[in-house]
């Protein structure tokens, strides 16, 4: 079991940015894999990027050179920083926690818009 709780959404400005956090219940470093995922309405969840063993990382293409995920061992939190945002990447992003055989656990999510 474990908790995971989104913030740092809102709206922003196109080319503008935002850091998304996730806490954490108990010690990041437990997971073997770390994720963001996104969700725009009337689409499917989407994977945005992967922080695997607190060390490597993965992005979808969309997001590549934009959005850098890390973590803070020290605060159990998960960040999403997100750069020269786009309309396209409105959605509600989810923070998931995930062990070698799948998912654990998932956040609430948190809905970010960009829009002029």
């Known amino acids: 079991q474990v908790q995971l709780v989104e913030s740092g959404g809102g709206l922003v400005q196109p080319g503008g940015s935002l850091r998304l956090s996730c806490a954490v219940s108990g010690s990041i470093g437990r997971f073997y894999r770390m994720n963001w995922y996104r969700q725009a309405p009337g689409k499917q969840r989407e994977l945005v990027a992967t922080?695997?063993?607190?060390?490597?990382?993965n992005y979808a293409d969309s997001v590549k050179g934009r959005f850098t995920i890390s973590r803070s061992n020290a605060k159990n939190t998960l960040y999403l920083q997100m750069n020269s945002l786009k309309p396209e990447d409105t959605a509600v992003y989810y923070c998931?926690?995930?062990?070698?055989?799948?998912?654990?656990?998932w956040g609430q999510g948190t809905q970010v818009t960009v829009s002029s």
């Open positions: 998931n926690a995930a062990d070698r055989s799948g998912t654990i656990g």
């Open positions: 922080l695997t063993n607190g060390v490597s990382t």
